[in-house]
């Protein structure tokens, strides 16, 4: 689990990802107060941020809120630390949590051209749920599509046919 002080290496990596204009939601710059955003997070039983190393330095993040047992995901690895398993090892961590705390299932957006991430999370069991077409507007103006993802944790609940 992150901490507190993983905040500015948690920052950066988000920042350097969010410069490639091609993984992530979030657009260079990241928005005043990150940091700030980061720590409250981690303050909330409501929320959990975890956190990879390579050479003793944070290179990737994931962050996992529950909202009413569905647990939201968002994570990144900075670009030289991607497709050697720290993005598993996050993932794991984040469903874990979830579990934990008993959410019924957690879901995740990722772009559609994303196909290392959209590879990783049906590995792990993830299923594609929708397509979002020019659901989230860039920085420049742009409408980007997104996949909806979900991994449904509580089978055994009764559900509505």
Partial sequence: MAEPGDAGAVESVWAEVAAEGE???AEAPLRPGWGDRFRAALAAPESCW?????????VGGAF???????????MAIAGAHRG???GRLLLD????????RGCHKMT?????HNLRARRLYESAGFAEEGYLRR???????????????GLVLDDDSPGRP
Avoid at 50 to 58: C, Q
Avoid at 93 to 99: F, K
């Fill in 23 to 25: 993984w992530i939601g």
């Fill in 64 to 74: 996992v809120q529950d909202e009413r047992g569905v647990g939201h995901l968002g």
């Fill in 93 to 100: 961590a984040a469903v874990g949590w979830a579990r934990d």
């Fill in 108 to 112: 995740l957006e990722v772009w559609p």
């Fill in 84 to 86: 050697v398993g720290l």
């Fill in 50 to 58: 975890f956190v990879v190393e390579a050479g003793g330095r944070v």
């Fill in 135 to 149: 659901h989230h507007r860039r920085r420049d103006g742009a409408l980007w599509d997104a996949v909806a993802m």
